[in-house]
């Protein structure tokens, strides 16, 4: 059982306990004066401030597929410890999963994303932490706290955002200095779950505000191993996160901020599931074959997982009159060490298990530095213009090691790759708004990549294995220049009413894949460019009661860049298809149909599909049941190759479903309340090639918090995943019928106050 450190206990003291009278308080939630919690809830839907234009604008004025995550979803999601995946399925196609756990989030937008496990693995949606770009994966899972808002912005984004975004970016903007309201809350539910989060801030003086944040998320070891002695063995973590700023704004032209984070977790990895599906079908089934135990495992490998990463950056904007100068500079460093029991069991089982597969992987050092130069016009009429520069520079080390025993810990062998990543960009962008209510917007990027990778099989102890023995030091490098751009444009109907369209062109640098740990060959994939094509309505209706948005779209990706990953030779292979041609629509509503009420609700629709009839994969080493046309039959010890052609892209579901009903209801100097929040997705293949066991055909998951809140307090029940939904949701397929499953039912309650 995982315990609160002293030195956990003293970074959350600093950023929930700080007494009071040591600086200054805020005075409200942003720049307005808190509501009184003593009146009616105001009825009509507010507007929703974005800045996925890189300005402050409402939602309904710009033309591009912008979704928001509110504050009490958020604040739901979080009450039951969950990480950046809880986001999954809260806005219209939008997946998140992982194979290594809270520490590497796999993103996926309309179908497009990568279900690559390695550590230097590249993702066609981007992750922006206040304007700076998280390129690599363990940088993407840092924890969402103290946000003013999440948006996640569907389609190619290159423009004027990051790199590597042909699929979209989800977007996070902290609370910053002298605005938001100091606050603490505390959750305490099943398996020992804690979710403590709190921050504080003010003005020191007349130039100099603060912010101090920080969330300490724990969980007890709730999965009893037994395989091992004892009991609750697995899946607790103690996860920190810190955050503090500084603001110096000596005139009302200058302002200039710095921060520092943190984080520090240490946990488990992934609780692979050895046999956990059933042969023939797609069911989860308990170690004897009957029920299905969330709770229970039999694994003898070691499991553990450690990740420290640690930011300062700098932001200075300049106001110059007709334009403001803004510079953004951020420094990453991380490092990782995790270790699982891959194939999931013992030589016991459960069911049969060909031969132990351990392996860890580590990140002795990551190192990112961003830098931006951006100027923006300040003019809300007439022409606009953006216009900068951006650059990137990643060193990264990777270290791969494999076990011969279950807890050996000498390697049998071991593979090192050292990364170097650079990128520029240069961008600009106009908009011109005309007076008959018509926007339209038009951008370009240029875009410099290049990237070197050395790996290096050290030794291989193991007897004949795949992959062979050592491999000399192999040098790979790949680059490219390219040009992207986007057209938009905006009309307003009426007050109530618009319609837009938006063509876009998007781009992912080249990869290099070099986990030579199980093969002998360094693979590379060429770029990949994506044609994006839009439209949408964006109404409010019925005297503000009702804001929905539809938006209808079509994409075509060349050269896709795909990962085979597993296969009977536990391979992890770079390849490009000649294209995914992609369509469908996603719809958003808000509805205030009475006073205190609110329901809202999206759906979206999406086909992914590969597009080239030659294209071949390797199918799995377990018994699984392959759905796709042979290319070349199955031989001993050779597992058969598929054609893949006309498969929707994995982890990409048809359909996504999410709805939320909140009612609040005056009683004394507040306010009873109700919220509940729901997420439906459709079935998924979890590789390129399709099977009947590696898939899962719907997961369901829905919260329900009851409460009663004031001005300063609020206290509440809460119940995560309430149906105790069990569904698989991604796979390993080299070995056995191996299955990761989804987060269990959280029961708790909650207590927070803002001062």
């Known amino acids: 059982m995982r315990t609160f450190t002293s030195t956990s206990m003293f970074a959350l003291a600093i950023a929930c306990a700080l007494p009071a009278p040591a600086i200054a308080q805020a005075t409200g939630d942003t720049d307005q004066p808190a509501e009184d919690a003593t009146q009616p809830v105001i009825q009509g839907v507010t507007d929703i401030v974005v800045t996925a234009t890189r300005r402050s604008e409402n939602l309904q004025d710009i033309p591009l597929s912008v979704a928001t995550v509110s504050d009490e979803t958020l604040a739901v999601i979080n009450s039951g410890g969950a990480d950046i995946r809880g986001l999954s399925g809260r806005v219209p196609s939008l997946n998140i999963e992982s194979s290594f756990g809270r520490t590497f989030p796999r993103f996926y937008i309309r179908g497009l994303g990568n279900t690559d496990f390695d550590l230097n693995a590249s993702q066609p949606v981007s992750l922006v932490y206040d304007d700076v770009v998280l390129e690599n994966p363990i940088l993407k899972g840092f924890p969402a706290f103290d946000i003013d808002r999440v948006e996640v912005l569907r389609g190619p984004q290159g423009t004027l955002f990051g790199r590597n975004t042909p699929a979209g970016i989800v977007k996070f903007d902290t609370v910053k200095p002298g605005r938001g309201r100091n606050y603490a809350r505390v959750s305490y539910g099943t398996y020992g779950t804690v979710n403590a989060e709190g921050a504080v801030g003010g003005e020191l003086s007349d130039t100099v505000s603060v912010r101090l944040s920080g969330v300490w998320q724990h969980r007890n070891d709730w999965i009893d191993n037994l395989a091992a002695s004892g009991g609750n063995d697995l899946e607790g973590y103690d996860d920190i996160a810190l955050r503090a700023q500084i603001q110096f704004r000596p005139n009302e032209d200058l302002t200039v901020r710095l921060t520092g984070q943190m984080r520090d977790m240490d946990g488990n990895a992934r609780i692979f599931r050895a046999n956990a599906l059933q042969p023939g079908s797609n069911k989860l089934v308990g170690l004897d074959g009957g029920k299905f135990k969330r709770d229970e495992v039999a694994t003898n490998g070691l499991n553990f997982q450690k990740l420290k990463t640690q930011n300062i950056a700098g932001a200075i904007e300049y106001d110059l009159g007709p334009a403001t100068l803004y510079s953004v500079t951020s420094y990453w460093h991380g490092e990782l060490k995790s270790r699982g029991d891959i194939d999931g069991g013992t030589d016991a089982g459960p069911g049969f298990i060909p031969f132990q597969a351990q392996s860890q992987d580590n990140i002795p050092s990551l190192d990112q530095f961003t830098q931006e130069l951006r100027i923006a016009s300040n003019n809300s009429t007439g022409l606009g213009y953006q216009a900068g520069i951006f650059y990137f520079n990643e060193k990264l080390d990777i270290e791969t090691f494999d076990f011969g025993s279950p807890t050996a810990t000498d390697p049998s062998a071991i593979v090192n790759q050292r990364q170097v990543a650079k990128a520029l960009g240069i961008f600009g962008s106009v908009n011109y708004k005309f007076d008959n209510g018509l926007t339209v917007q038009g951008g370009a990027r240029w875009n410099h990549d290049k990237k070197r990778l050395v790996a290096e099989r050290l030794f291989d102890a193991r007897p004949i294995f795949i992959g062979g023995g050592p491999v000399a030091e192999t040098n790979t490098r790949v680059k490219d220049n390219v040009l992207t751009w986007d057209l938009s444009a905006i009309q307003e109907i009426n007050q109530d009413i618009n319609v837009y369209a938006r063509i876009a062109k998007g781009y992912r640098a080249p990869a290099i894949q070099g986990r030579i740990l199980f093969d002998r060959d360094v693979t590379t994939a060429d770029s990949e460019n994506t044609m994006s094509y839009e439209a949408g309505i964006k109404t409010v209706l019925l005297d503000r009661r009702l804001r929905f948005n539809l938006t209808g779209y079509a994409f075509k990706t060349k050269d896709l860049q795909l990962s085979a990953v597993g296969g009977a030779a536990n391979a992890n292979l770079l390849l490009n298809a000649d294209a995914v041609k992609g369509h469908g629509f996603e719809a958003e509503l808000e509805a205030r149909p009475m006073r205190g009420l609110t329901l809202t609700g999206g759906i979206s629709y999406n086909v992914a599909k590969i597009r080239d009839r030659d294209l071949t994969v390797e199918t799995c080493g377990a018994p699984c049941t392959v759905?796709?046309?042979?290319?070349?039959?199955?031989?001993?010890?050779?597992?058969?190759?598929?054609?893949?052609?006309?498969?929707?892209?994995?982890?990409?579901?048809?359909?996504?479903?999410?709805?939320?009903?909140?009612?609040?209801?005056?009683?004394?100097?507040?306010?009873?309340?109700?919220?509940?929040?729901?997420?439906?997705?459709?079935?998924?293949?979890?590789?390129?090639?399709?099977?009947?066991?590696?898939?899962?055909?719907?997961?369901?998951?829905?919260?329900?918090?009851?409460?009663?809140?004031?001005?300063?307090?609020?206290?509440?029940?809460?119940?995560?995943?309430?149906?105790?939904?069990?569904?698989?949701?991604?796979?390993?397929?080299?070995?056995?019928?191996?299955?990761?499953?989804?987060?269990p039912r959280i029961f708790g309650i909650e207590a927070g106050v803002k001062f």
């Not at 919260?703 to 119940?719: N, P, S």
Request: a negative charge; aromatic letters at 14%; hydrophobic letters at 40%.
């Open 627 to 743: 759905l796709d046309p042979i290319a070349v039959p199955a031989a001993p010890f050779q597992p058969a190759i598929v054609f893949i052609h006309g498969n929707q892209l994995p982890q990409a579901p048809k359909w996504t479903l999410n709805w939320t009903a909140g009612y609040e209801h005056p009683v004394g100097p507040g306010s009873v309340y109700v919220f509940t929040d729901w997420y439906h997705r459709s079935k998924v293949q979890f590789f390129l090639y399709d099977s009947v066991e590696f898939s899962d055909d719907k997961l369901l998951e829905g919260g329900l918090r009851v409460g009663y809140k004031t001005d300063r307090f609020d206290v509440a029940g809460f119940v995560r995943n309430i149906t105790n939904d069990k569904s698989a949701v991604s796979g390993i397929d080299f070995n056995n019928l191996t299955a990761m499953v989804n987060e």
